[in-house]
């Protein structure tokens, strides 16, 4: 009788439930199956020479370990990059669900928001003013300090970090804010009482209420990561050659497309494998 | 276990007193009710005790130990929410341990002491369950069980019964009163039901606008109230107002009672109470053959259950009586009746 109940629920939310589909079916299916019939193609050059289908393209990822090395670099980027905006966006996002109240709320999170508000490339150029030698940050350290420093973080891997921690942070504080704001007062209070300091409080209730907030988060922040390539290309400079712009090269430079569908899809394999074996571990945790 | 002190205590948030100048001391074991109407200062002064709110001015003391700038989780209290506040990510057993958890406790005395809370509060068998697998009144006793394990000085209470269905609440009311004997905490327990306070406490406090304004063991409140508010809030009351003169209050609408033997010299505007239990009814076969010390006709009535309420229209001033049901009959609406007491049943209220 339920399953009947529930088929009819099903029948009434096709109405509600079609246009999400189609949507997704034209945005994502379509594109993706594209790209898996392109990646199995020896060429596919503009003069229409005839091409054939291969699993080429997938054997270059195995035959040169450069590109193993380069995924290795990028998946480190991922788990950097979340990592740090973990433990900037955390506290942020506590302070702001727990701490403020009424109006500076609402001041802070427009602030913390902010990055969303301009075009990312905008966003990293003006970090590139910001981080080079003869930059802002550069000139504001020397005005400040008595001693000369040589500031010159552009062209390498802390630029790299900056920019995408300053692009992706935002993620981490809405996810964090969310699942902390869900936390009742009452619970916090409650563990006051029982004795536990403000620290074990966080570790032993804020935090574990707060995981699923914190997993969003990383998952929303760590996907694009391993796959960006205009922060690296940018900020980067020589040390900026990842994953992800070798696959942008591919399509942008080298017109290789099949071979630049083939490391997509191999990276979007290592994501997948990579979420699902921590799916459970993490579900233990929490 | 120990003596709460209260001192002068006030706390003003913005421009409102939540809580003006209170004063009250509860002693070592007694069970406490803090009574009052919504937005007295209830909860901000049991927060005050807690340590989740800090007084302006004022001292709080537990123990003899000044605690004004103790923080909560140093001043060994125990505290029951409202809305039970247990960690859902833990299970019953691990809710009740943490507080032992804490303090450092471990292995088999942690264990031991959890399965003890555990059968104290009759919950032994549920102790692997999570919180949303509870019902309210498990998820109570849940509650209580973890603010009792850690044996805190004093156990706060604010409105712990109020989410409770009426059957359940009065079960837990007999049970939280057991279970605070067996323990002998000190107990300040915070409600808005006047009933509740006056069937589980020691004594009790009442508030009002912040201020405290008696304080007693329930029957000497119910029996003595010192104003009209309390006597009024606490039960009902039939308040006669009028003015004094030899020993007589002439009630406003011209009638007049006798007042108790300690107001013979009062004289002016003048305010008694007099509770409806108090004012026993009996028909007259007609107005001329008046007695007692009002008349009045029956105008209203109603039962519950063992009682009968009337309310009887004494030249224009109604007066509520409640009378035991017994094999008598009723007296029917629009009926002549005498209203007696005994004039020691008669409060004299200060002049409001
Ligand atoms: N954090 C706060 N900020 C501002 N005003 C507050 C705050 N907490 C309480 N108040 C005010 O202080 C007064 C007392 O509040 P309190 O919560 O102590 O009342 P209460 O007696 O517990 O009432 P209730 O029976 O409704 O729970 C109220 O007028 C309330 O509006
Ligand atoms: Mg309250």
Redesign the pocket.
């Known amino acids: 009788m339920t399953g009947k109940r529930r088929d009819s629920g099903l029948v009434k939310a096709m109405p509600l439930l079609l246009p999400a589909y189609a949507w997704l079916t034209l945005a994502i299916f379509l594109p993706l199956s594209a790209m898996v019939y392109f990646s199995l193609l020896t060429s596919m050059s503009p003069s229409g020479q005839s091409a054939t289908l291969t699993l080429g393209n997938y054997a270059t990822f195995f035959s040169d370990p450069l590109y193993a090395t380069l995924l290795v670099r990028s998946l480190e980027l991922g788990l950097i990059v979340t990592l740090v905006c973990v433990l900037i966006g955390f506290p942020a996002a506590y302070v702001l669900a727990k701490i403020f109240k009424g109006r500076a709320r609402e001041a802070i999170f427009l602030l913390v928001i902010l990055p969303f508000w301009s075009n990312s490339l905008v966003r990293v150029f003006s970090w590139s003013m910001v981080l080079r030698e003869g930059g802002i940050l550069d000139t504001a350290l020397n005005a400040i300090l008595p001693f000369k420093v040589t500031f010159d973080l552009m062209y390498s891997y802390p630029a790299v970090i900056i920019g995408l921690v300053h692009s992706y942070l935002p993620y981490m504080v809405l996810t964090c804010y969310l699942s902390l704001q869900a936390i009742d007062d009452a619970l916090i209070e409650a563990a006051r009482s029982l004795g536990a300091s403000r620290f074990t409080t966080l570790r032993r209730v804020i935090a574990p209420l707060a995981l699923p907030g914190v997993l969003a988060g990383s998952a929303l922040i760590f996907i694009p990561v391993v796959g960006s390539f205009m922060e690296p290309r940018i900020l980067g400079g020589h040390g900026g050659t990842l994953y992800g712009t070798v696959i942008e090269d591919q399509f942008t430079a080298v017109y290789n497309w099949p071979l630049g569908a083939a490391l997509s899809f191999i990276l979007l394999a290592v994501v997948l494998v990579i979420l699902l074996v921590s799916a459970p571990v993490l579900r233990k945790a929490a | 276990m120990a003596r709460v002190e209260v001192q002068n205590v006030s706390l003003t948030?913005?421009v409102?007193k939540?809580v003006d100048d209170v004063s009250i001391a509860f002693e070592d074991g007694g069970f406490y009710a803090l009574l009052?109407p919504?937005?007295?200062?209830?909860?901000?002064?049991l927060r005050m005790i807690a340590g989740f709110e800090f007084p302006d001015t004022g001292s709080i003391r537990i123990d003899g130990e000044a605690v004004e700038n103790v923080p909560v989780n140093k001043r060994r209290i125990g505290m029951v929410f409202q809305n039970y506040a247990l960690f859902p990510n833990m299970s019953v057993a691990d809710n009740v341990a943490f507080g032992l958890e804490v303090r450092g406790e471990k292995g088999e005395t942690l264990r031991r002491e959890v399965a003890d809370a555990l059968d104290l509060v009759q919950l032994g068998a549920l102790a692997k369950r999570r919180p949303h697998q509870l019902s309210g009144g498990q998820r109570q006793r849940v509650a209580l069980a973890r603010a009792i394990v850690t044996k805190p000085r004093v156990l706060l209470l604010d409105?712990p019964l109020s989410a409770l269905d009426k059957a359940l609440r009065t079960d837990m009311q007999v049970e939280l009163k057991r279970i605070q004997r067996e323990v002998g905490v000190t107990t300040i327990f915070?409600t808005?039901d006047q009933e509740e306070a006056l069937s589980i406490s020691d004594r009790i406090g009442i508030?009002k606008d912040g201020r405290i304004v008696q304080e007693g063991a329930p029957e000497e409140i119910y029996d003595r109230p010192a104003s009209e508010f309390a006597a009024t809030f606490l039960g009902e009351a039939n308040i006669l107002s009028g003015t004094a003169e030899n020993g007589r209050l002439r009630l406003d609408n011209g009638l007049a009672i006798d007042l108790p033997p300690e107001g013979g010299t009062v004289a002016g505007d003048f305010r008694c109470a007099i509770r409806p239990e108090r004012v026993h009814l009996s028909a007259l076969p007609d107005a001329a053959t008046a007695g007692g010390q009002l008349q009045g006709v029956v105008k209203r009535r109603s039962f519950s259950g063992s009682l009968s309420t009337y309310v009887v229209d004494c030249g224009g001033k109604e007066i509520k009586s409640v009378v035991q049901r017994g094999g008598g009959t009723a007296i029917e609406i629009g009926r002549p009746v005498e209203l007696r007491w005994n004039r020691d049943d008669l409060v004299m209220l200060p002049a409001a």
Not at chain 2, 38 to 45: F, H, I
């Open positions: 948030f913005g409102h939540a009052g919504s937005g007295s200062g209830k909860t901000t002064l409105e915070v808005h508030l």
